[in-house]
């Protein structure tokens, strides 16, 4: 099984890699169902109406999880723009390109156990918007954010935009508890509105707020998230010069949130923590 | 002559197409001789410093512009990170790639001598001052600013950035005297800093400045130019929804700027206004 993105060519003059011109959905699939399936698709198409391309055909996102087979995998999924046009403006007609690959994937259980230390970065995300909550292929900021460490301790890194509010990890989505609140950061100015993210917002009460890295301070539990990984509890945050800052001890209260992510999932929802 | 994009093939994972993780340039060359090649060189090496990545050997890169042949053509370079690496975090030994092509050009000389007609663009350009001046290949803003009209009538658009600053044109970098003095967009936060606009700094007395679109108004003379097309006065500018805000006439004062500028291109200066 699998089909790899190194294996499929593309012109150079596609606009994807000209411009990141398009837009890319990584899902988990087990067994050949993939999971939070709808809002993959539906962020996809916020992304096609905000970049002003069609959205492929139902039919054919839809046959493409089975074609992962049994087993645990991740789909990826880039749709670009296709080729052409003068300069930043893109053709009408331009055709675009769906490309799309599947490995197979083990998450990272030991980090749903026993948690994960994460950083503070410098980078500021610059606030956009236009491009905010959807998955585009402009992630030079991610890249660079990422590239600030390199010690394997250190899962992720937290992002605050260019106004100080905290807005996300450099690949998963942020949530704590304070005062006896869920929190989770708006996502109006930039940041990807995760698919996990949403589905927990559907099922459980977050408050979506506009604030600075400092409410952490206050918080009795953090949590970082996405569709593929599952919910990794916090229980270490460093500065950005990698001194540690704060420390959680694991306990019942991050197991919950956790318990609501992994049903969403299919992955496991109690630990002996 | 001539070699094209169309006809070179990427794989699908290059960090390019992902993420839009790498820096192009585009390059007037006349008979085989590049325009302003070393401001271009150093342009490129800044934006490998910032992502981190390996400038192509001088040696490859200087092979380019021969390869042109006769006549004017524009050479377009795009050097991604290369494939690999887990999620955003690029590997260290990660291979970069050098695509090029070379293209036909004719310049627009109606439009040097006649001038254009811009408008506002509604989109306000993220600040990210890790990203400001370089040539990096995260381009969507550009794109969708593009994508706010469709009037073949209209040049280009003007960006502020989420402040208010005016930074700008969509592909263009902008220019203005004002009070007898010659001013340009500082470019700290984001925007691309054009070599043609490097080399009008360096021989004549520019001041960066930071301010809003409203000093426009007071300008008697405003000029949007890059280093294929040369200098193109503006004589019209309409507000985001096409209407028309301000007019200048074209005279003395425009010619000026654009001699100096036509000069380092290799392009007319002298033209019957």
Redesign the interface.
């Known amino acids: 099984m699998g089909r790899?993105?190194?294996?499929?060519?593309?012109?150079?003059?596609?606009?994807?890699?000209?411009?990141?011109?398009g837009l890319?959905e990584t899902v988990l699939v087990r067994d050949g169902e993939p999971l939070l399936w709808r809002r993959h698709l539906a962020r996809l198409a916020r992304g096609c109406t905000?970049?002003?391309m069609p959205m492929p055909p139902a039919g054919e996102l839809d046959a493409l999880p089975a074609k992962a087979g049994p087993g645990l995998k991740v789909l990826k999924l880039?749709l670009?723009r296709g080729?052409g046009g003068r300069?930043?403006?893109?053709l009408p007609s331009a055709e675009p390109r769906l490309?799309w690959?599947v490995t197979d994937f083990t998450p990272q259980a030991q980090r749903w156990k026993a948690g994960v230390r994460v950083r503070h970065c410098r980078?500021?995300?610059?606030?956009?918007p236009?491009?905010a909550g959807i998955k585009?292929?402009?992630?030079?900021?991610?890249?660079?954010?990422?590239?600030e460490w390199d010690d394997s301790e250190v899962a992720e890194g937290l992002l605050c935009d260019?106004q100080g509010s905290l807005i996300e990890a450099?690949?998963m989505n942020l949530f704590w508890l304070r005062q006896g609140r869920f929190e989770t950061p708006r996502l109006e100015g930039?940041g990807v509105a995760g698919t996990l993210r949403e589905a927990l917002m559907a099922c459980h009460p977050f408050s979506e707020v506009t604030v600075g890295a400092e409410v952490l301070a206050e918080a009795e539990a953090v949590w970082l998230g996405n569709s593929v990984q599952g919910l990794w509890p916090v229980v270490r945050l460093d500065d950005a010069d990698g001194r540690r800052q704060q420390c959680w001890t694991l306990g019942s209260l991050h197991r919950s949130l956790q318990r609501a992510a992994h049903e969403l999932l299919g992955y496991p929802s109690t630990f002996n923590s």
């Not at 980078?123 to 956009?128: A, F, N, P, Y």
């Open positions: 790899s993105l190194t294996d499929q060519w593309v012109p150079a003059d596609d606009r994807a890699l000209a411009y990141g011109d890319f905000t970049l002003g880039i670009t080729s300069g930043y403006l893109p490309l690959q980078l500021r995300l610059g606030v956009q236009l491009l585009h292929l402009n992630r030079l900021e991610n890249v660079l954010a990422r590239r260019s450099t690949s930039c």
